[in-house]
């Protein structure tokens, strides 16, 4: 069973079943792909020019970013750029994608091969789970786009490791867990490659434990079972 934040696992659900508001939807868009450096801009009013948000460029017009909350996001990625290419002809050939939606590697390919077919660069595409971790990490939108109140825990692995954890027992790690669950300030866990520092803090993460900044710092070293 793979360990998640309760808190990602209700950023994530809430973005396949609220109904979200879609110019927000935009707004985060735009945010997300500048965070992957891509210069952006909000387009206000550009949904009849194909712009959702705007790929900026400094040799032309911005090209078309597209976000959006429904399903059919390839017939979205198709109508944009139809309408980018007839209104605005001097706009630079590239698009980005960001989606509510979970896309597999057939529905990328798809939006690939639609973006090339009209004579534009796919820059990529985000979906639902690229959006759940930058709203994780990012709270505030949590709040004004899903209407949830939480935030990540003080210890968490989800936005720091793509490792896969599961939920099994830990052994011979009885010591070094009792030390941890009663630090009373801030920890710092050192050890060899192997020696389980990562399963012993996912344990941490799944019991809700999370040790908060203070004054002083408990070093706790963890040796390799052989």
């Not at 696992?9 to 396949?16: C, D, H, I, P, Y």
């Not at 194909?50 to 390839?74: C, H, I, M």
């Not at 639902?128 to 709203?135: L, S």
Request: charge should be neutral; aromatic fraction near 6%; charged fraction near 25%.
């Amino acid at each position: 069973m793979s360990i998640r934040d309760p808190f990602y696992v209700q950023v994530e659900e809430a973005l396949g079943t609220v109904r979200l508001d879609a110019e927000l939807f935009e707004h985060l868009a735009a945010e997300l792909v500048a965070s992957k450096g891509f210069s952006t801009n909000v387009a206000a009013g550009g949904a009849d020019n194909g712009y959702d948000f705007e790929l900026l460029d400094t040799g032309s017009e911005p090209g078309p970013g597209v976000a959006t909350t429904s399903n059919r996001v390839t017939t979205n990625l198709k109508r944009n750029l139809d309408r980018n290419w007839a209104s605005c002809p001097r706009a630079a050939k590239k698009t980005y994608v960001v989606t509510s939606s979970i896309l597999t590697s057939q529905k990328r390919d798809n939006l690939k091969k639609a973006a090339h077919e009209r004579g534009y660069v796919y820059l990529g595409a985000s979906d639902r789970h690229e959006v759940a971790r930058y709203i994780y990490a990012n709270p505030a939108w949590a709040k004004s786009l899903l209407g949830l109140t939480g935030q990540p825990s003080a210890l968490s692995v989800v936005p720091r490791s793509s490792r896969p954890l599961t939920d099994v027992p830990l052994v011979g790690r009885d010591r070094a867990e009792a030390d941890l669950r009663e630090l009373a300030g801030d920890g710092l866990l050192v050890g060899s490659p192997g020696s389980g520092k990562t399963a012993l803090l996912a344990r941490m993460v799944a019991d809700g434990v999370g040790a908060y900044s203070a004054p002083s710092r408990t070093l706790i070293p963890l040796q390799a079972e052989h």
